[in-house]
């Protein structure tokens, strides 16, 4: 099983720049902390036009599917893998072994899981010993504890697109979702998600500190500057929407600014 602590706090490796297509009813869409979701595209034109900008990976996420409990879009993923060049995570509505073996015969290369693994850790266990750890991906819907609710580190996870409290403390849960088998984390910050106020880095922080597995960091991005920080607290990759899907920056503009704080980049 993965290590669960020991990691240097900045990986020598390139860090990835990766947009994120959160996808409802077929379309792209992105708001502020998951509402006042505003449609962004269609999600085979936007993959293929991040490929050609020069992407490192892409992130595909069905954000209603487990709320409303549906199977995966395997025919956008499909047609989105299609399109792409770069490795492709997708989640949403991943409940079995067998979801994994689908949507990677469909042309994901990784899978990313929350409320599933949340409700049956056992999960992840069996997707690493069938598919490999480099497949699995736990995909973290982190928020402050909010009202009564408290937990050891004052972070909890939350559920079906975060409508829900996981009751569970985060950090210990992606302590124990790295030794279960999920070869990567996918943080993402609800409080900061789509403020553009930058990203949570005392929650970046805190999570590399607890896992060595390689932690992808989203929610909050604005600004070109505001990328270097997130690496320097930790983060192998930088993830990124709606700044990203409707202009306000690009791909290149990321890497230009991460190589201008020192960082190594593709």
């Known amino acids: 099983m993965p290590p669960s602590a020991g990691k240097s706090p900045v990986s020598p490796l390139p860090v990835r720049v990766m947009p994120c297509l959160d996808v409802d009813g077929g379309r792209v869409v992105k708001g502020v902390r998951f509402a006042d979701l505003r449609d962004a595209g269609d999600p085979v034109e936007l993959a293929r036009a991040y490929d050609e900008a020069g992407a490192d990976?892409?992130?595909?996420l069905d954000i209603t599917a487990s709320s409303g409990?549906?199977?995966p879009t395997y025919e956008v993923v499909r047609r989105t893998a299609e399109q792409v060049f770069i490795p492709l995570t997708v989640g949403g509505g991943v409940r079995s072994v067998q979801d994994f073996d689908r949507l990677l015969r469909g042309?994901?290369?990784?899978?990313?899981?929350?409320?599933a693994a949340i409700e049956r850790p056992e999960l992840l266990s069996e997707a690493a010993e069938r598919f490999g750890v480099q497949c699995v991906v736990l995909s973290l819907d982190?928020?402050?504890c909010q009202g009564p609710t408290r937990t050891d580190s004052g972070f909890e996870v939350t559920t079906h697109g975060g409508r829900r409290?996981?009751?569970l403390d985060a950090l210990a849960w992606a302590q124990r979702a790295a030794e279960l088998g999920a070869g990567e984390l996918l943080v993402n910050s609800m409080d900061a998600d789509g403020t553009k106020d930058g990203f949570d880095l005392e929650l970046l922080a805190l999570v590399r500190v607890a896992v060595s597995v390689p932690v992808i960091i989203s929610g909050g991005a604005g600004r070109p500057r505001d990328?270097?920080?997130a690496v320097d607290a930790g983060a192998d990759a930088v993830l990124a929407a709606s700044v990203f899907h409707f202009g306000d920056l690009t791909i290149g503009q990321v890497k230009s600014a991460l190589r201008a704080d020192g960082h190594l980049v593709r």
């Open 57 to 60: 990976e892409l992130v595909f």
């Open 69 to 71: 409990n549906r199977e």
């Open 107 to 115: 042309g994901a290369d990784k899978v990313a899981v929350n409320t």
């Open 142 to 144: 982190v928020r402050r």
């Open 165 to 167: 409290s996981g009751g």
């Open 227 to 229: 990328f270097g920080p």
